[in-house]
């Protein structure tokens, strides 16, 4: 069962990114997806239709998977592989949360289940960059964000001009050089298969001969 995290700070669309991401690997891919979700986003997840659609969403509360809930999301993680078995559980923390801690929290999960971690993709808003990196603001938190990325997704692209959208991932990239950077848009599906390939990354459907 590979964990894979969307994260990234309030407003960066992680829950529609994770909508889209969550149908194409159920319809596209054929594997079986369950979502963990942390956070009521702008486009609230409604469980009974993405249950009808094949896929089981998790909300959890009372606070963040990185501390305070952690115990309760690795239990979660365990009950989900004995009782849905599914082949990606896809985890959106809250907008606050540090991807690392969360990761950390997933792999607590192991002791109730058979689970690999997949990469951390960390959204990055080309619509406020300067807002999201201030030192005054959110600074500190957002780079915290982004150096613990494997994928950090310039989101919102759609919405800026190539050359905003180009100060954007060259601001992204100076946190973490070593990431590698995806520009995405909800609107348009720009970067939604790169997306898909990097979490799948040889993934088979369960009852396959061969999976990882």
Known sequence: MRIVQIAGFL????????????RALAEREGLKVAMVVNEIGEIPVDGKIMEESGMKVMDIGGGCICCEV???????IGQLYKEFGP?????EPT???IPHQVKAAAAMGGRFAKVEMGPVIVLFDATRPDELLDME??????TSQLAD???VAI??????????RDRSMAAAREVI????????SSVTGEGIDALLARIVGGLQPAGAEARL
Do not use: H, N, W
């Open 11 to 22: 407003g960066s669309g992680k829950t529609t990114l994770l909508l889209q991401i969550s």
């Open 70 to 76: 952690a115990g309760t999301f690795a239990k979660t």
């Open 87 to 91: 082949d990606i559980v896809l985890v």
């Open 95 to 97: 907008g606050v949360a």
């Open 137 to 142: 603001l959110m600074g500190r938190l957002v």
């Open 149 to 151: 990325a494997d994928v």
């Open 155 to 164: 989101s919102k692209v759609d919405a800026v001009s190539p050359a905003e």
């Open 177 to 184: 050089p070593g990431a590698e950077f995806i520009a995405v």
